[in-house]
């Protein structure tokens, strides 16, 4: 994802020399090519992530267009309150691109899994949240980030949803991208993690279980109306996340339905269950570790069939 | 300017201070009254700006860090023509935008909404930074409280200032000695102060913070470094009773205290 990053970073900005790109002294063998191009428009604040995020609000406040970098909860949660004070207060556009979403840094330990950025985020009245499953959502999320009024995040991820199975339509702000249809059930999802959904489907489909999987990049402002047809048209949803469940994906999608005075017929909400991860590993491990994967989707399907004998 | 005379501004701020904290029943005075003759100076005298047009891009930019210190800045602005000096009577009101923390909105011609402390330098450094690569000529200026050096970012931001030989960034430091529950000295203390501002690449003067005339030419130097005015100044300054007390930064001048409080000020030339 970091290469869709900075490939499209790298276009944006040999055609406006607005465009700024600010790191905390992260972005090894990413970066180089850009700062020697446009040193101009390239700076390395050092490991000062509270100092970046005022800079950039400076910057934004000369009409500069700032994207900000750095891995896991460094550009978020270590600057939390001049992203609220100074960048989204202003309504300034700056944008906060955090590498290494969930468990993509396993290995190293509880400082680096991000699982709480998405909630954190999104509670920030006037920003734009965004995850994406696929490179194609990566380059459409920075291109739509860089034309947006205000605060965005986006949170990118080792992983990423095979692109053989990438939707290349329109993408905006706000619209989910169906990665697969299906009327049985709905799985909603956001960022890397979506591949479980994807392959939850394939598995699922094998026993005459069809399902659509949204890929539902835009955490805030949400697609209500697919979260809604969701509801309506398919016998259920769950929604799958490398956050935890507190405020991420799975609070946003039962706050539509209840807010639209809808039920759905199932409701399963998979991600972190209010708990850090002291023990360490590669992400497949510990998304299986914490039943976050695809075979716990799928179990969680089977069940209700079970129940319900539909 | 309305005033004559930069003394004459400030006069007329700790007067608009003293009223509208009182009215508002809010706090800070004693910050306020710090900064008075800094405003002043600075609104007065030593800022290019158009109060006809806020968006001037060769004005100079004003943040105040220090924001509690908010009615300062909103009194300066008021006495300077930028909105009618009669909103000055909505600060702290229920419904109003001139709160106790300084917020650019509603409030013509404040640049950045502050309140938490360890954020004005930092976003006066993007726009120094802003000015260099625009080669534009403005110049920016940040006033801080001293007790506010304890926060971390100020010090990141100090680093990044002179790393980025940012000569047209101006940092007040409003060196009063008192923070919020005890002296600086005896809460984290900051001295050396003028050589750790120093041995962080600052070009450092230090002032006295209401003699109009150092001020006036501190502010106006120009360096090839970012520039730090180290301003000695008394809390509470113009009211007898308040100055180098640290309970104004709490206390709301009411019935004797406020004529009294009053009274010193128009007593005073």
């Not at chain 1, 920030?124 to 205000?150: D, F, H």
């Not at chain 2, 003028?194 to 360096?223: P, R």
């Amino acid at each position: 994802m970091r290469e869709a990053l900075i490939n499209t970073l790298f276009k944006l900005a040999g055609n406006d020399t607005e465009l700024m790109l600010l790191t905390a002294d992260l972005g090894y063998g990413v970066f180089e090519e850009f700062e020697e191009t446009y040193p101009n428009q390239y700076l390395n604040v050092g490991v000062s992530e509270q100092n970046m995020i005022g800079v950039a609000s400076g910057l934004a406040l000369e009409k500069k267009k700032v994207f900000v970098y750095s891995i896991g909860n460094f550009p978020t949660l270590r600057c939390l309150e001049q992203i609220r004070n100074d960048a989204c207060y202003h309504e300034l556009n700056v944008n906060i691109i955090a590498s290494g979403g969930g468990f993509s840094y396993g290995g190293l330990g509880m400082s680096h899994h991000a699982t709480e950025d998405l909630s954190i985020m999104r509670s920030l009245p006037g920003a734009t949240v965004i995850a994406p499953a696929t490179e194609y959502e990566v380059r459409a999320s920075v291109m739509a980030l860089y034309q947006n009024k205000g605060l965005g995040y986006l949170r990118l991820d080792k992983s990423k949803v095979d692109t053989a199975n990438e939707y290349m339509g329109d993408f905006s702000i706000g619209k989910a991208n169906k990665l697969r249809s299906g009327n049985d059930f709905t799985l909603i999802a956001i960022g890397g993690i979506t591949e479980e959904a994807i392959k939850a489907a394939d598995e699922l489909s094998k026993k005459g279980i069809e399902c659509t999987v949204l890929s539902m990049c835009t955490l805030k402002p949400i697609d209500k109306e697919s979260i809604v047809d969701a509801c309506l048209n398919t016998k259920g949803i769950v929604t799958i996340e490398e956050n935890n469940l507190m405020g991420g994906l799975g609070s946003a999608v039962s706050e539509v339905c209840l807010d639209n005075n809808i039920r759905p017929n199932f409701f399963k909400r998979i991600g972190m269950k209010d708990e850090y991860s002291s023990i360490v590993g590669d992400q497949l491990f510990l998304r299986s570790f914490y039943g976050m994967d695809s075979k716990t989707i799928i179990k969680s399907i089977d069940k209700f069939i079970s129940r319900n004998l539909i | 300017m309305k005033s004559a005379t930069t003394e004459e501004l400030a006069k007329k701020i700790r007067i608009h201070a003293v009223n509208m904290v009182n009215k508002g029943g809010s706090s800070h005075i004693g910050s306020i009254l710090s900064i008075v003759d800094i405003l002043a100076v600075l609104y007065g005298d030593v800022m290019n700006y158009k109060v006809e047009n806020l968006k001037w891009k060769d004005r100079d930019r004003f943040i105040l860090s220090k924001g509690h210190a908010g009615v300062g800045v909103y009194a300066v602005l008021a006495e300077c023509g930028f909105f009618d000096i009669r909103d000055l009577d909505k600060h702290y009101q229920n419904g109003s935008v001139f709160s106790g923390h300084v917020s650019h909105k509603g409030v013509p011609g404040v640049e950045f909404s502050t309140g938490s402390l360890g954020h004005g330098l930092p976003v006066s450094s993007g726009i120094a930074l802003a000015a260099k690569i625009n080669n534009q000529e403005y110049k920016t200026y940040v006033l801080l409280s001293d007790g506010e050096l304890n926060e971390g970012s100020n010090w990141e931001s100090l680093l990044f200032s002179s790393h980025h030989g940012l000569n047209k960034l101006i940092a007040i430091i409003d060196r009063n000695r008192l923070q919020s529950m005890k002296p600086t000295e005896e809460t984290l203390s900051l001295e050396p102060l003028v050589n750790k501002l120093e041995a962080f690449g600052w070009h450092v003067v230090e002032v006295d913070g209401h003699d109009h005339g150092e001020l006036n030419s501190a502010l106006l130097l120009n360096t090839d470094k970012p520039l730090m005015i180290v301003a000695n100044t008394v809390k509470g300054k113009g009211v007898s009773f308040m100055e180098n007390k640290i309970e104004w930064h709490y206390k709301t001048p009411k019935g004797k205290y406020f004529k009294q409080a009053i009274q010193d000020i128009i007593g005073k030339t």
